[in-house]
């Protein structure tokens, strides 16, 4: 298994053999721990459900806390699904740890976006909106919407103002800089989706 999940801790800085400085997001990775097994022969695909982050029984309802109690395990706040090549090789209750991802030089990570809230054309799509005279009457307001008789309506997909970020994203590619296994910590080059504590989703990386 090359997948592990974790929370942005948040961003620093540090110095590279050649001294370089060097920006990383910090990432509490793990432990992870095996909730249930799928395979071809009873599910119709090999994958692996994972738990993360223990929470109170009494925070969860109680069809998924039925699960939690039937496998004799504590419930967890994240559940996260990761296919994988052989799903009998997995035991329930078996834990991972940050060091899944040791021989892994790049990784892709996947998070919730920042919600920026009602945002207009300028921030949003980065329009060049209108002039700044006290007389124009149009400063930051969207503009024209489409022809008048034809077609008589905006047509999709319009650049218009909007909801913002709190979207799930995924940036690829990303360097892992170095991992603290005591500490369960993972040093990724460059920035992530999400602000801190964020819950965010390790993998290693497609394009690497």
């Known amino acids: 298994m090359q997948t592990i999940i974790g929370t942005k801790i948040g961003m620093t800085q540090i110095f590279?053999?050649?001294?370089?400085w060097i920006p990383v997001t910090v990432i509490q990775a793990g432990p992870v721990q095996v909730i249930r097994t799928k395979t071809k022969a009873s599910d119709g695909y090999d994958a692996i459900q994972l738990g993360y982050a223990e929470q109170k029984p009494?925070?969860?309802?109680?069809?998924?806390?039925?699960?939690?109690?039937?496998?004799g395990l504590k419930p967890f706040r994240v559940l996260h699904e990761v296919r994988v090549e052989d799903g009998s090789k997995f035991e329930v209750g078996q834990t991972f740890k940050v060091d899944v991802l040791n021989d892994i030089a790049w990784v892709d990570i996947t998070g919730t976006s920042k919600g920026k809230g009602f945002q207009g054309v300028m921030k949003r799509h980065n329009s060049k909106g209108g002039p700044n005279g006290h007389g124009s009457m149009f400063h930051r307001a969207p503009g024209s919407m489409g022809a008048s008789s034809t077609p008589s309506r905006t047509l999709k997909a319009r650049k218009l103002p909007g909801q913002m970020g709190n979207v799930r994203s995924t940036?690829?590619?990303?360097?892992?800089?170095?991992?603290?296994?005591?500490?369960?910590?993972?040093?990724?080059?460059?920035?992530?989706?999400?602000?801190?504590?964020?819950?965010?989703?390790?993998?290693?990386?497609k394009k690497g």
């Open 171 to 205: 940036m690829q590619k990303l360097k892992v800089v170095s991992i603290d296994v005591e500490k369960d910590l993972i040093l990724v080059r460059g920035a992530v989706p999400g602000g801190k504590r964020g819950i965010v989703f390790i993998n290693k990386s």
């Open 16 to 20: 590279g053999e050649d001294g370089r």
């Open 58 to 71: 009494k925070l969860v309802n109680k069809a998924l806390l039925g699960q939690f109690t039937k496998r």
